[in-house]
């Protein structure tokens, strides 16, 4: 059969144009425009909220002050004691050797005691008070009672922190007030601290605080 020739070239476009639709739908993968759309248009993800200031800044476990002091318990904001309240009883044996002189310490709280710091007085014999190298008193602390002091317990101790050379020259009386004490529970680590300023003035008479 014989044909036209333009029938012939009508039949070979529409088979050029049948190929050109085929390879569109093969190129074009199934989905591909819709996630690229859900892409598109989705929010971006939240960030991570951010840590709560409340939260890292939580309170620590509140502290028991002793009876008729207040505070954080720390050693920075110690249990406050007002007057003559007193954790201890430091009383100068009136002896002193080549370490320094000794004190009988007694533990009047209801609690174990690790850590203690010191003011020592002097006097002379008409009772003036001397300076400790040109300081009011001499003060130190530390983990002093070598070991704990358990509750009423007594002690006769020479503190190393309290030397002959920390004596002034004239001095016939010595006077000592632990100005401030830290608390144990398992005579290791201490648990809370407390403290009375008013026991350790600058211009103390002889006697302290009754």
């Known amino acids: 059969m014989r044909y036209g020739t333009s029938w012939v ?21 199934p989905g591909a425009a819709a996630s690229a759309a859900s892409a598109a248009s989705a929010p971006p993800p939240a960030s991570a909220p951010a840590p709560s200031a409340t939260a890292s800044a939580a309170p620590a476990v509140p502290v028991e002050c002793p009876k008729g002091s207040a505070g954080d318990g ?25 370490k320094g002189p000794s004190f009988r310490v007694t533990n009047k709280s209801t609690q174990v005691i690790l850590y203690g710091k010191i003011a020592v007085y002097f006097y002379d014999k008409a009772g003036k008070a001397l300076p400790a190298k040109d300081k009011p008193f001499h003060t130190c ?29 004239g001095a016939t009386a010595i006077e000592a007030e632990m100005q401030m004490v830290g608390f144990t529970e398992d005579e290791k680590k201490l648990t809370s601290y407390w403290q009375n300023p008013d026991l350790t003035p600058d211009a103390r008479k002889k006697g302290g605080v009754k």
């Open 74 to 98: 720390t050693f920075g904001k110690p249990c406050v004691g007002k007057g003559a309240a007193r954790m201890m009883e430091v009383t100068w044996t009136g002896k002193m050797d080549d």
């Open 141 to 169: 602390g530390g983990n002093m009672f070598q070991g704990v002091m358990k509750a009423s317990e007594k002690a006769v101790i020479t503190f190393s922190c309290v030397g002959k050379q920390d004596v002034p020259d």
């Open 9 to 29: 070239v009508g039949m070979i476009g529409m088979a050029i144009a049948g190929a050109t639709i085929g390879c569109s739908k093969d190129e074009a993968k």
